[in-house]
């Protein structure tokens, strides 16, 4: 039953270590202060760097200091490790700065050879200009685009590093990049667009936190090839890849079983449509197809049974054991993309085998904080990704939790204690993950513990007969037999995870879940978890606390947003769109009739945010009036009349023929707008007579949608 071993992280090699407060490397303390403590200090330093972006010589200066105070309180302990309360602060303080100066060091933007500045944007951003450049990271492609990650190594004649965002067409393109390739091109550099809507996912900041501001868009037959390669680790990987999935081709597998084997086994997520991909997130399922913790302690399991014979037979067969392992596991997270979930797995066994190996009192909770710290030494914006987030907080709750939970039920019975191991692993995941689950993806399926207590034990088998698939057909020695098998094993998967996710009635969807809400959420679990784990008088009152606290903060954000009001004229390309908010009712008026598609775009995450539902759909009207303004909408019939209208805001919409500085002569209007319905040009003109006027001017298309509060 080797899958039911992962319902403890698919590690029970972790299951006799204890936990400690100190971690140990190679039997020596590193310090008198928890790693956890250490860990939880640079994380907060990362999160004060991240925001607050302070002047990188005054942290140097203080970094510099807090050495200086460090090893003056170090001296002064009577012992090395003795109780030391200066030290012990200084220490936090050296570890939060330490946390601001990685932030700063790890920003491009502070190298002089970045691109950003060597490049006048403000003069030049219209230019096209000769681009070097080898493509890094192939990401999912667009409705429209293929898209990539590629490292600059030159513009014009400037010898400069930093990452673009490379799209090209789809309907001009079949042969997909290779990693690695080396290309030349002359293209506009454009900033990577905010978004334009009131509480629209923000795309730009997401690519911001993987070191990418601009953007170039590129027909292929402009792309010339250098015939030069780059990255030769991830390009072997890559074709690694490539070559598995052209293998695997020749046998019939469906479209839909090669995204799902790709994902399961090689990380890579980019062929899974839309469609099974919101499946398996309404199932709760979605961790399934991350290469995570699951995965990489499968693999270890079974290569430490392969390997076993040779600590028997070799002297030192525990070493060559341990090397193996670690070379393994990250041979296979170059060949898995080095996702941050991979990253993480990865990195914590690894910690982990060497703390077996030495003999140390290793625990999993220093094995998890020991990579996490070394992961953002490495990159300190992970922490800033959602994946890496979730990664760490499953992991941390499983660990915690989860003994707490099985000591509560104990059975006789192998399948009886089983199916008990694997519902409190459930439970614990996901109550650790339920808060911040929620405050992303709005959304939580209440049937989650049925697909993971079917579907969890069933992937174990599915994990292992993958991996003697692509072996078999990297050998070219597969047998039709065992591909239909396989094939038929992802089939089954696929309509558990369907039947559960289309119970549409568990699935609790459109929750507003606020940053205060989550916090203090936290809170609660933390508390409950330590009352449950023993009850206390006072531990009573520390959970009591938090939950007042929460429904305090739950009762004034339902009444702020009750109270909310406001006018909305969204941008969207060709459409004049105005939105009405009150009451948590919001009237949506349009000229024509627009796409379910299209409200998900616009309002999905609006209506969410303002714990509003859709209430009416209405023609657009000429005239608006709102808290005692009053709006005129001219459009392409260009009619409205002068005497009887003094209107405070004119809204400009499908392109109307108007000489504008006579408009603004006759009706002498406070601001005008124009949204995305118009020509460009003619917004450009139309700006041009703002400013000669000195009339405000808002174009949506350039600084979003206008709110009238």
């Not at 979605?286 to 390997?307: D, K």
């Amino acid at each position: 039953m080797l899958w039911f071993q992962k319902m403890k992280l698919a590690s029970v090699i972790i299951a006799g270590y204890k936990p400690c407060n100190i971690l140990y490397v190679s039997k020596i303390k590193l310090l008198n202060v928890p790693f956890v403590i250490i860990t939880l200090a640079t994380l907060i330093g990362i999160v004060l760097g991240y925001f607050l972006q302070p002047d990188t010589k005054i942290i140097i200066i203080g970094f510099l200091v807090s050495i200086v105070i460090l090893i003056i309180t170090w001296q002064r302990s009577k012992k090395m490790f003795a109780k030391s309360y200066p030290f012990t602060i200084t220490t936090l303080v050296f570890f939060v700065l330490f946390g601001i100066i990685l932030v700063s060091v790890y920003n491009p933007k502070n190298n002089a050879n970045h691109y950003t500045n060597q490049i006048n944007f403000k003069e030049d951003h219209d230019i096209k200009k000769g681009i070097r450049f080898h493509v890094k990271e192939r990401l999912k492609s667009s409705s429209y685009y293929h898209k990539y990650v590629v490292s600059v190594e030159c513009i014009e004649s400037e010898i400069v590093k930093g990452n673009l965002l490379l799209q090209i067409p789809k309907d001009t393109i079949n042969d997909i990049l290779n990693i690695g390739d080396t290309y030349t091109t002359l293209a506009k550099i454009w900033p990577i667009s905010k978004p334009l809507n009131p509480n629209q996912f923000d795309y730009a900041q997401y690519l911001s936190n993987h070191n990418i501001y601009h953007q170039i868009t590129v027909l292929p037959h402009r792309l010339i090839n250098n015939h030069e390669t780059k990255l030769p680790v991830y390009r072997i990987a890559d074709q690694i890849r490539k070559n598995i999935n052209l293998k695997l081709s020749e046998y019939p597998f469906t479209a839909q079983q090669l995204a799902i084997i790709n994902a399961l086994l090689l990380g890579q997520r980019h062929d899974i449509n839309q469609e099974m991909f919101n499946t398996y997130r309404d199932a709760g399922a979605i961790h399934i197809l991350a290469v995570s913790g699951l995965h990489i302690g499968i693999l270890v399991l079974i290569l430490n049974l392969i390997l076993k014979p040779l600590q028997r037979i070799l002297k030192k067969g525990k070493t060559i054991t341990l090397l193996v392992n670690i070379l393994f596991l990250w041979c296979f997270a170059i060949i898995a993309g080095l996702s941050p979930s991979v990253l993480r797995a990865v990195t914590m066994f690894s910690f982990l085998a060497i703390g077996i190996q030495i003999g140390s009192q290793t625990s999993i909770y220093n094995s998890l904080f020991v990579s996490m710290f070394v992961l953002l030494c490495c990159n300190p914006l992970l922490l800033f990704s959602v994946g890496f987030q979730l990664s760490y907080l499953a992991v941390f709750s499983i660990v915690w939790i989860q003994p707490i939970l099985m000591k509560h039920f104990r059975s006789r019975f192998f399948i009886t204690k089983k199916l008990w191991e694997t519902f409190t692993v459930t439970i614990a995941a996901q109550l650790g993950l339920l808060p911040l689950s929620i405050y992303y993806f709005h959304q939580f399926p209440l049937l989650f513990f049925v697909s993971n207590l079917i579907i969890i034990p069933f992937l174990g088998g599915i994990l292992v007969l993958g991996i003697v698939v692509i072996l078999f057909t990297f050998l070219e020695i597969l047998p039709q037999s065992i591909a239909n098998l396989f094939g038929s094993c992802i089939d089954f998967m696929n309509i558990i995870v369907g039947c559960v996710a289309h119970k549409e009635d568990f699935l609790i969807t459109n929750i507003s879940f606020s940053w205060r809400m989550l916090m203090i959420s936290y809170v609660v679990i933390i508390t409950a978890t330590l009352l449950f784990k023993k009850y206390e008088k006072r531990r009573l009152y520390w959970v009591g606390i938090p939950i007042i606290i929460l429904f305090l903060v739950l009762t004034f954000e339902k009444h702020t947003v009750a109270t909310k009001e406001e006018l909305v004229i969204f941008q969207h390309p060709g459409k004049t769109i105005v939105g009405v908010l009150q009451h948590q009712k919001f009237q949506l008026h349009c000229k024509d009739s627009i796409s379910h598609k299209t409200k998900n775009f616009l309002l999905g995450n609006y209506l969410i945010q303002n714990q509003a539902s859709l209430d009416t759909f209405k023609p657009l009207k000429n005239i608006y009036q709102y808290k005692e303004q009053t709006i005129l909408v001219i459009d392409s019939t260009s009619i409205y009349a002068l005497k009887e209208i003094n209107p405070d805001i004119i809204l400009l919409s499908n392109s109307p023929k108007i000489h504008l500085e006579r408009v603004l002569d006759s009706l002498t209007p406070r601001q005008i707008i124009a949204d995305g319905s118009n020509y460009k040009n003619y917004m450009d003109l139309w700006e041009a007579s703002c400013l000669q006027q000195k009339t405000p001017f808002h174009r949506t298309d350039k600084k979003g949608a206008f709110i009238l509060k």
